[in-house]
């Protein structure tokens, strides 16, 4: 095998799928989690109970894209968008947690899941459109929803609120970025473990990573690199299984054609139409969207004066929503509350233990 193809088998797979700023409300500390503490909230890792609504949307280009809402119809909504190489399933810890009280949306990316692939170039553009297109089918007309991204998620709802101002003004409540970023996502990525006199070849190798077209193996030796390369090495074992699970389901062409179409995102622009409270969460030791990439989207958002908090979660890689559940979890309701309220609580930059 090719030294290509083999670091291409042991790393594509990851999902990417992002100065202090404000008044620090908790100390900083180390992460002392273990597994047997994380069980707890692992539970909610299971199939939800309940049958979701099938919602159709089908894009201007006739993609087919699959979208559910869970809980009652008339909860307030939250629209979760998920990243590189997820699907609907990836929610499932959020769904589990806040259905039986809001209405939660979420749907398959592009050519992720059962949504189809369409005829259009993968590209910034198309995932602000889906959104649009998203939003549009699944919120009601007079309700505002809290908008989720994760990764390439947070990376969307930049793009649709630079290619969709007016819809963004009338319908997101309230904004919520996680482990994402705007750009120099492949010159910042620490993903590819490379010493320093190799970094000059740091783009050309993650150039590979992302768009190596090749099925992913499984086994107990690829989880061991996914915990400590995407997650953390504290993540349990149910945590990883359940994330890789989800990122081994991508096909290897989808994979390859979006992770191309991410290193040429620059999308910092778009936050200047977020006229809504903006949560920003990263993980401390995130590898595929390392802090630098929040602590930009921080800055940018603290300049136009929409930031509400930051969220640096200590001990968690670059799934967080998986990793550190409950405080995920907290931070979504908060903001879902914070939003229909209508004003920012300007809660500023907060260092949690995981």
Known sequence: MSPHKSLARTLSGAGLGAGAVGTFVAARRRSHRSERSSSGSDLLLATPSTEPEVIPVTTADGAQLRVHAYGPVDGDPIVFSHGWTCSIEYWYPQINALSEKYRVIAYDQRGHGKSEMGEREPGADVLGDDLAAVIAAAVAPRRKALIVGHSMGGMTIMAWASRHPKQAERKASAVLLANTGADHLVSETKLVPLPAFAAFAKDAVAGVVLGAPVPLPGGAMTRGIFRNRVMSPTSSRRQVEFAQRIILACKGRVRAQWGLALAKFDLLDGLANLNVPVSVI?????????????????????????????????????????????????????????????????????????
């Not at 958002?301 to 979660?313: A, S, V």
């Not at 200590?314 to 509350?337: K, M, P, T, Y």
């Open 282 to 354: 990263g993980g401390s030791i995130d590898k595929l969207t390392p802090p630098q990439h929040s602590e930009r989207l921080v800055a940018e958002l603290e300049r136009n004066g929409n930031l509400d908090r930051f969220l640096m979660i200590e001990g968690v890689g670059h799934l967080a929503n998986i990793e550190a559940i409950d405080q995920f979890n907290a931070e979504v309701i908060r903001l879902r509350s914070l939003g229909k309220r209508g004003r920012r609580s300007r809660a500023g930059l907060a260092v949690v233990a995981s």
